[in-house]
């Protein structure tokens, strides 16, 4: 279990990470062409919608960062936690074999699929590992037919 000091200090850390992405976002997005030549509006650039995602990251990521600061400032001080754990390389691992090994290369609906169970499957708790499986196959079934139809039959996307 973790202490208050290394809540604290991951929400400081986290929150600055946060927002350090979300800047990204917002520039790489103000970089975008607007097609002010061919008669675009401010309304129809494509960087509008990732640039306001990315302000949101950096607002969040702020009120991420201004509790941890207040944890800190409020005497949770304590041993620094490890940057990078188990949990985090698990997570980190999972999604670079997703995106660099299996999207393009494998059928979507089945690359998604397995990525979305081994993740539940790796986070889903205390439950025994009946439940964790059934969960998981079924959590990794229904978010890729989910995900499949909304973007193929709704916003017209062809997924790789």
């Known amino acids: 279990m973790s202490t208050g000091g290394e809540t604290a200090r991951a929400d400081l850390r986290g929150g600055v990470g946060w927002m350090v992405f979300g800047f990204a976002i917002l520039a790489l997005s103000w970089r975008m062409d607007r097609f002010e030549t061919m008669g675009g509006t401010i309304y129809t650039a494509p960087g509008l919608v990732p640039g306001i995602f990315g302000l949101l ?5 702020g009120a991420l960062a201004l ?20 949990r985090i390389a698990l997570m980190l691992v999972l999604t670079l074999v997703y995106a660099a090994l299996l999207v393009g290369r494998a059928p979507f609906l089945p690359a998604t699929m397995v990525f979305v169970a081994a993740f539940t499957w790796a986070y889903g708790g205390e439950s025994s590992t009946r439940r964790r499986i059934v969960t998981a196959v079924l959590s ?8 499949v139809l909304v973007f193929e039959r ?5 997924l790789p």
């Open 67 to 86: 509790r941890g600061r207040r944890g800190l400032r409020a005497g949770a001080a304590g041993e620094p936690g490890p940057l990078l754990n188990s």
């Open 154 to 158: 709704i916003f017209l996307v062809r």
């Open 57 to 61: 990251l950096m607002l969040m990521g």
């Open 140 to 147: 990794g079934l229904i978010a890729a037919t989910v995900i």
